[in-house]
């Protein structure tokens, strides 16, 4: 013969810090607590919110400059404005030059004219005055002599005149060459002038977009400092007080135990409750 008994117990249960550190620790809590009256906005932090609250509503200012220079940029910023003076100067250079380049002008200098009949002139009438003076003038030996003096006196000069002129007109033609080499790279470098401009103007269309939203992009940053600083603030006092607060703890605990009876101590304390009611019940002198 055997059972089982069982009892339960309730036990309560409360930790604090050390006591030492107590007073510390309520100091804080009320600086903490007196501090929770405080992460509202300064006056001087809402003065200075609606100066830029303010300013974000006055927009940028140079917003449509900005706009303008990204609209140039975006055109070519004028890179090729003088292409056309570029041109019309190789054009009225080819022009002067053409006339040389071509050879046209060897053989054809005025001057040269002009210098042959000097020539022709001196030696005319250096031969013919002397065969004057012989009393030959217009012999066949003084007709002979002038014809020769003369050939032999502008010979050389034509010479050099025609050497000059092929030499001018391969000058010519080198230069309209080396002008023409110029004008088209003057014009590449232009060209390319205006598409870095353009390509520029990419990145400055969105600087000015950015410009016009500057006002609204700027509104929204101060609302949200507005709201931040007072978070922010309650933030910092919750770092500080809510480790504080977990310091001390309370709590309640239940403890439920079985235990194990043999038959005698079933027994025993049966009989020892009989006994007890038997006494109970006795009366009086018996």
């Known amino acids: 013969m ?12 409360q930790s604090a810090p050390w006591a030492a550190a107590q007073p510390a620790l309520q100091t804080m809590l009320g600086q903490i607590s007196t501090g929770l009256n ?13 100066t830029l609250k303010n300013n974000a509503a006055a927009g940028n200012p140079y917003a449509g400059q900005i706009a303008g220079y990204a609209q140039s940029l975006l055109n070519g910023g004028g890179a090729t404005a003088q292409a056309g003076n570029v041109q019309d100067n190789l054009a009225s250079y080819r ?46 030996a003084n007709l002979m002599a002038y014809g020769r003096g003369i050939a032999a006196a502008e010979a050389p ?22 002008a023409g080499n110029t004008t088209a790279n003057t014009l590449t470098q232009l060209q390319q002038s205006d598409l870095v401009n353009r390509g520029q103007g990419v990145t400055a269309a969105q600087s000015a977009l950015d410009a ?4 609204a992009n700027a509104i929204l940053a101060e609302e949200a400092q507005r709201r931040g600083i007072p978070v922010q603030a309650l933030s910092l006092l919750a ?48």
């Open 212 to 215: 016009q939203n500057y006002g």
């Open 157 to 178: 000069v034509i010479a050099a005149q025609y050497n000059q002129d092929v030499a001018n007109q391969l000058a010519a033609a080198g230069a309209l060459y080396n």
């Open 2 to 13: 055997g059972g089982q008994s069982t009892s339960t117990q309730t036990v309560q249960s």
């Open 38 to 50: 405080n992460t509202g906005l300064t006056s001087a932090e809402t003065s200075a919110l609606d």
């Open 95 to 140: 022009d002067r030059l053409t006339p040389y380049a071509n050879g046209s002008m060897v053989g054809n200098n005025p001057a040269l004219m002009a210098q042959l009949a000097q020539i022709q002139s001196d030696v005319g009438d250096s031969v013919n005055s002397q065969f004057a003076a012989a009393g030959r003038d217009f012999s066949g």
């Open 239 to 286: 770092q500080i007080g809510v480790p504080i607060a977990q310091l001390g703890q309370q709590g309640n605990s239940t403890t439920t135990g079985t235990q194990q009876k043999s038959g005698v101590d079933q027994f025993a304390t049966i009989a020892s409750g009989i006994s007890g009611l038997v006494k109970a019940f006795k009366p009086q002198g018996f």
